[in-house]
């Protein structure tokens, strides 16, 4: 399939309809029927506002994270509706690919 690769940005502690932004993010992929979704944490990071990030030994809330789906251009356009219409702002990734899966149980089986 051709689609899209949407990665989002974004810290542990950052929320999104007060809830963790990354939980935000899987519950809508799961909702729009996005196939997989996954969450990668990082050590270090800085934004726009040139500020560092990171996750200290007591403290994990400025852990930066990278939420990762691959989309179809509809769910896409769908998630980013639903961003749009919220009170927040999350830097995002898009980047088109092609996916699909292998193996006895992939390719259409």
């Known amino acids: 399939m051709n ?7 974004t810290e542990q ?15 809508a992929a799961r909702t729009l029927g996005i196939s997989g ?4 944490s ?5 934004g726009a506002a040139g500020r560092r990030h ?18 179809t251009a509809t769910q896409a356009e769908q998630l980013f509706s639903r961003l749009d219409a919220l009170d927040t702002r999350v830097f995002y990734i898009k980047t088109p690919i ?3 899966e292998l193996g006895k149980r992939g390719r259409g089986a």
């Open 13 to 27: 502690s950052r929320e999104i309809e007060h809830q963790p932004a990354k939980d935000w993010l899987l519950e």
């Open 37 to 40: 979704c996954t969450v990668f």
């Open 54 to 71: 990171s996750a200290g030994f007591f403290e994990l809330n400025d852990q930066p994270l990278e939420v990762v789906m691959a989309v």
């Open 3 to 9: 689609g899209f690769q949407l990665s989002f940005l």
């Open 98 to 100: 092609e996916y699909g």
């Open 42 to 46: 990082a050590s270090e990071s800085f």
